[in-house]
Nanobody, 124 residues
Framework: QVQLVESGGGSVQAGGSLRLACIVSGDVISDYGMAWFRQAAGKEREGVAG???????LYADSVKGRFTISKDSAKNSVYLQMNSLKPEDTAMYYCAAASRVWAPSLFASDWMYWGQGTQVTVSS
């Protein structure tokens, strides 16, 4: 079975940076699309960034220009580089995956596999 495990979360001050990692086991991700979602306390889960099987990326407007998603098939991992963090970025961040994703998506229903999340807290 496919399993996703996130890491790299933590607490930082506004303007700081974090890099989240998601390691996939149970399958290779060369044919997978990957995505990052987040859910803040009391709010709905929202798509942050997605990357297709062919490495095309899509970002939410709220993070565009600050976050970068990347996929490393050799390490079976996906990453989210987060720069210029803001307090409103505070949330639990989840990794998601699905096979044969030909266009990136920020809709949760498009993703089959999910990790348990890693917490990101940004203080002002």
């Amino acid at each position: 079975q496919v399993q996703l495990v996130e890491s790299g979360g933590g607490s930082v001050q506004a303007g700081g940076s974090l890099r989240l990692a998601c390691i996939v086991s149970g399958d290779v991700i060369s044919d997978y699309g990957m995505a990052w979602f987040r859910q803040a306390a009391g709010k709905e889960r929202e798509g942050v960034a997605g990357i297709s099987t062919a490495y095309m990326a899509l970002y939410a407007d709220s993070v565009k220009g600050r976050f970068t998603i990347s996929k490393d098939s050799a390490k079976n991992s996906v990453y989210l580089q987060m720069n210029s963090l803001k307090p409103e970025d505070t949330a639990m961040y989840y990794c998601a995956a699905a096979s044969r994703v030909w266009a990136p998506s920020l809709f949760a229903s498009d993703w089959m596999y999910w990790g348990q999340g890693t917490q990101v807290t940004v203080s002002s």
